[in-house]
């Protein structure tokens, strides 16, 4: 089955740098990468996704690149603030297959004003 | 607010209380899942809700009961808990033929005493 390994487990950056998780995945068929944050006190939330047709996605401050050779894939988080501060997972999932969201063990990033 | 509504949002319950989480999602999704998420296991998946039937149960022990009467609700029946079950439990939901993207609820911060 699929295995997602996720690093690092702690990140702590000064605002206003850039912050990269990464994750590798085990199961060649994945072909769907969702990175969902969660604050405090609250549900895991969706920030972005790639799918495996693509190598880039970004969305503002955030983007995610994938190397489907290598089988891996990372967040980056350009200009950091405060309110980044949160626990980042990474997940692997083949679509259209009955296989469910397999995450990795979660990054948590502190992001210092 | 991410359309998958949990209640309660905090539970403390005895060893041999019987309670029940509550999940509801407005999302019109055909899937939903159980997640406990502790600092040992991040993300752990319990039970996952295909179209009402039960298709997955990850070596759940019996003192967990899961229940889906509708593609909308879920519950998660507890009796009997050890310490050791002290979570924050996590109701999910998706659409399956729409691809791999879930949605969370907050979760129920339970404490078993």
């Known amino acids: 089955g699929e295995n997602v390994e996720q690093h690092p487990s702690t990140l702590s950056v000064q605002e206003g740098d850039s912050a990269v998780i990464k994750c590798t995945y085990s199961?060649?068929?994945?072909?769907?990468f969702p990175w969902y944050k969660q604050e405090l006190g609250k549900g895991p939330q969706l920030i972005i996704d790639?799918?495996?047709?693509?190598g880039e996605k970004k969305d503002q401050r955030i983007a995610v690149t994938l190397n489907k050779t290598a089988k891996h894939f990372s967040l980056h988080i350009t200009e950091t603030q405060p309110e980044d501060s949160a626990v980042y997972f990474c997940?692997?999932?083949?679509?259209?297959?009955?296989?469910?969201?397999?995450f990795g063990k979660g990054t948590k990033l502190s992001v210092k004003p | 607010e991410t359309g998958v509504t949990q209640t309660p949002r905090h539970l403390v319950m005895g060893m041999t209380n019987k309670k029940s989480l509550k999940c509801e999602q407005h999302?019109?999704?055909?899937?939903m899942y159980w997640y406990k998420q502790s600092a040992k296991k991040p993300l752990e998946l319990m039970f996952v809700?295909?179209?009402?039937?039960?298709?997955e149960n990850n070596s759940v022990p019996s003192r967990f009961s899961p229940e889906c009467p509708n593609s909308s609700h879920l519950f998660l029946h507890l009796h009997t808990l050890q310490p050791e079950d002290s979570a924050l439990y996590l109701c999910?939901?998706?659409?399956?033929?729409?691809?791999?993207?879930?949605?969370f609820g907050q979760g129920t911060r339970l404490t078993v005493v």
């Open positions: 999910a939901s998706s659409q399956r033929s729409q691809g791999g993207e879930a949605f």
């Open positions: 199961d060649s068929a994945s072909n769907y």
């Open positions: 790639i799918r495996s047709n693509v």
């Open positions: 997940a692997a999932l083949r679509e259209g297959s009955q296989g469910n969201l397999i």
């Open positions: 999302l019109g999704h055909n899937a």
């Open positions: 809700y295909n179209f009402k039937e039960q298709t």
